[in-house]
């Protein structure tokens, strides 16, 4: 067992499911989670799903003091974030599937999240309600409007408790700034902006501005035969406002800063490792395409993930990273059939853990992968009801490539590759980690002695 990385167990509760039932129980394309996200504080935890809608769910008080029952996870809100439109002008329909949650952090009793499907990102406050007022004098108990000639005193209205309410309100509507499908978004250091990215371009706004936002980074060319390359992820530095890197479909990073230029098309670093000539193939372009980059907490490095990789690159050396870890590499002989089934386009998810020691990222058959930066140890976990017992620990599973196969592996050819990691999260500060597998959410942390 890998310490602070290997040794997690799952308690009764942790395995929340977005429908009742499981996918061979009929369940819909819609309920299919999306994304998952914690809050700064980690006490909430946010997933979308593919209908459009936000479930959150929020860290129970009593467990934190109980080291059995610290992790426990209750659906707290639910609701519906997007609805499916329709854009006539293009004859497009526009899925209300939720792309990315960002939460920004808390400066009152109410929480306020980013919500985004294809085109329009939407900021939600979720607040409690657990008092209602009586006693007006226009109205009735019941809320109709009383005949003014029938009042002959005046009453002061009062706050009567009532059971605890959650309600989610949309403050802002952020629309029509993007032609292609938002990829990601970000919230700002400052607190006052955020960007969202699409293929071909990054858009600023300010959350009190919704309808103009700043495009800071636009690679389109002038003929969309000349098309090279798209963005395929974008996040803000987490201490410097003014600095931001996207990645693109060629496996690169750009680093930018704002002070430089209001567009921000000229990058101020470049990050590209030399391609091997010996690996290279007819799926090198394909594989090597970025599917998610994320600042380390210190905001020193920068971890990206392509198909079999996920590579850690210091910001002071930009010609190769100084960190590779092999996520799937037996995977490799089976680019041609993920080619043919189209799962060599899946777009998996990348995390830190809350002190930068550890990633955490995605694979097939449920599996997800840890990598210890410090003793270079990784794991594979699984993500599944098979192996729900309470505070059951979590075993490493291992793939068999070729050749006689032992009793706890398993063969590359018995993978199941419709069962999928590709979004995760990991608590702030605590070793809690949630792992989205199709419709289940599952909610594991590290065994307590």
């Given at each position: 067992m890998i310490p602070g990385?290997?040794?997690f167990t799952r308690d009764t509760l942790w395995c929340f499911s977005q429908v009742k039932?499981?996918?061979?129980?009929?369940?819909?394309?819609?309920?299919?989670?999306?994304?998952v996200e914690f809050n700064h504080t980690g006490e909430l935890l946010a997933t979308g799903d593919k209908g459009g809608r936000v479930v959150i769910f929020q860290?129970?008080?009593?467990?934190?003091?109980?080291?059995?029952?610290?992790?426990?996870?209750?659906?707290?809100?639910?609701?519906?974030s997007h609805e499916p439109e329709f854009d006539y002008l293009k004859s497009l329909e526009i899925e209300e599937k939720i792309n990315k949650i960002r939460w920004l952090p808390q400066q009152n009793a109410a929480y306020f999240l980013l919500s985004t499907n294809d085109k329009t990102v939407k900021l939600w406050k979720v607040s409690e309600r657990d008092?209602?007022?009586?006693?007006?004098?226009l109205k009735d108990e019941e809320g109709r409007l009383r005949d003014p000639a029938t009042i002959t005193t005046l009453r002061v209205p009062v706050l009567r408790p009532m059971d605890l309410m959650v309600e989610a309100t949309p403050r802002r509507v952020f629309a029509n700034a993007h032609t292609y499908h938002i990829n990601s978004i970000s919230v700002n250091s400052d607190y006052e902006t955020y960007m969202s990215a699409d293929d071909l371009r990054i858009n600023l706004w300010n959350f009190e501005i919704t309808n103009q936002s700043f495009n800071i980074v636009d690679i389109k060319p002038a003929n969309m035969e000349e098309l090279t390359e798209v963005i395929t992820a974008a996040e803000f530095h987490p201490h410097h406002c003014n600095t931001f890197v996207y990645s693109s479909s060629k496996?690169?990073?750009?680093?930018?800063?704002?002070?430089?230029?209001?567009?921000?098309?000229?990058h101020t670093?470049?990050?590209?490792?030399?391609?091997?000539?010996?690996?290279?193939?007819?799926?090198?372009?394909?594989?090597?395409?970025?599917?998610?980059?994320?600042?380390?907490?210190?905001g020193r490095y920068i971890m990206t993930r392509d198909y079999l990789t996920v590579k850690v690159w210091d910001l002071n050396m930009e010609n190769r990273p100084i960190e590779t870890y092999q996520v799937h590499d037996y995977l490799r002989s089976k680019l041609c059939s993920l080619y043919e089934n189209d799962c060599i386009f899946?777009?998996?998810?990348c995390v830190w853990n809350g002190s930068d020691s550890v990633i955490m990222t995605g694979s097939y058959n449920n599996f997800f992968r840890m990598f210890d930066r410090n003793t270079k140890r990784d794991v594979t976990l699984e993500a599944s009801r098979e192996n729900s017992k309470p505070r059951a620990i979590l075993k490493p599973r291992k793939v068999c490539v070729g050749?006689?196969?032992?009793?706890?592996?398993?063969?590359?050819?018995?993978?199941?590759?419709?069962?999928?990691?590709?979004h995760t999260a990991w608590h702030p500060s605590e070793n809690i980690i949630a792992v989205a597998a199709t419709n289940n959410l599952y909610i594991f942390q590290d065994k307590v002695n």
């Open positions: 990385i290997g040794a039932g499981t996918m061979e129980t009929g369940t819909t394309e819609a309920d299919i989670i999306s994304t860290r129970e008080q009593e467990s934190k003091n109980q080291v059995h029952r610290r992790g426990e996870y209750n659906v707290y809100s639910t609701f519906q008092k209602r007022p009586e006693g007006y004098n496996g690169t990073i750009r680093l930018c800063d704002m002070r430089a230029s209001a567009l921000c098309d000229r670093k470049f990050f590209e490792e030399p391609e091997d000539p010996s690996n290279r193939s007819f799926f090198s372009e394909i594989i090597s395409s970025i599917s998610d980059v994320k600042f380390s907490h210190s899946d777009k998996f998810e050749g006689k196969r032992r009793k706890d592996e398993i063969s590359v050819d018995s993978l199941d590759f419709s069962k999928k990691i590709l």
